[in-house]
């Protein structure tokens, strides 16, 4: 597989919220706005590239017994990083995020990424992969936040673009809207999938 190849196939092919669903916890938890499913895709690529590169070297150190818990020490260390980077640098968006940020310890898109090619392949193209899947992540969350913050607000990146006397539609800000965008999305990538198929 060619390397640029290996860096899309996150964005449709191997999508991890429309296709692999994986990460379901902060896709439906956060994704109220935009700028809210941008900042936790992001903060999720930064910790599955950092935690790709660092597992992908040290793989041969690390005994077959302990190699769930050393990948899981890892990755709690580049959440931490990342936790507090956002805590000092950009306020609004951690009190946004609040407990997702260390919740991505334990997202499974994180772990098995680590677990099923980190583990196995080389450090370059375990780069590429975290890369590829993380940014594939975060567009999945900002599509899915961009679109609920349109149909819920009328507003995208807090840029409202209907009257601020007309309402759009709460219940895609709430959560049950999360899962009614999500169908669809996934609908729509599915029935994209197999239009290229034929």
């Not at 706005?33 to 070297?57: D, E, F, Q, R």
């Not at 990342?82 to 640098?89: H, K, P, Q, R």
Request: proline share 5%; net charge neutral; hydrophobic share 55%.
């Amino acid at each position: 597989m060619s390397m640029w190849k290996e860096f899309t196939k996150g964005f449709i092919k191997e999508n991890p919220v429309f296709v692999l669903l994986l990460g379901m916890c902060p896709t439906l938890g956060v994704t109220g706005s935009a700028i809210n499913g941008l900042g936790m895709g992001l903060a999720s690529t930064a910790v599955l590239l950092c935690s790709n590169t660092v597992i992908a070297v040290i793989k041969n150190l690390i005994p077959d017994k302990v190699r769930i818990p050393a990948f899981i020490v890892v990755i709690a260390s580049f959440v931490t990083i990342v936790d507090l980077s956002l805590e000092a640098f950009l306020p609004d968006l951690y009190e946004q995020l609040g407990l997702f940020i260390p919740l991505i310890v334990v997202n499974c898109l994180i772990l098995g990424r680590a677990e099923a090619f980190a583990s196995r392949k080389g450090v370059g193209v375990s780069i590429i992969d975290g890369a590829g899947m993380g940014l594939g992540f975060t567009f999945a969350l900002t599509a899915l936040g961009g679109l609920r913050e349109i149909l819920g607000s009328g507003a995208i990146f807090d840029f409202k673009f209907i009257p601020e006397s007309a309402d759009g539609m709460l219940l895609f800000i709430m959560p049950p809207g999360a899962f009614i965008v999500l169908g669809f999305l996934i609908a729509f990538v599915n029935a994209l999938m197999k239009k290229k198929a034929a």
